[in-house]
């Protein structure tokens, strides 16, 4: 279980910020100046679906590329 921003370019699969606590989330929220933010609770994927997530991205980018 972890915490991201809810804020997209927090989310961006090259940021992809995680954050363990709700603290460390709320320590981000000044540094990057948002506005209108909240942390939204989300479970660590399992390897199985890490392994495709990152499978997938590679895709993509190698795609943007062409
Ligand atoms: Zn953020």
Redesign the pocket.
Known sequence: MYWV?N?ST?NRPRTA?AFCSVNGWDA?VPM?R?RD?WAEERKSPTPAEWTRQQRDAVTKERRGRR
């Open positions: 921003c804020v927090c910020l981000h990057l948002h933010s």
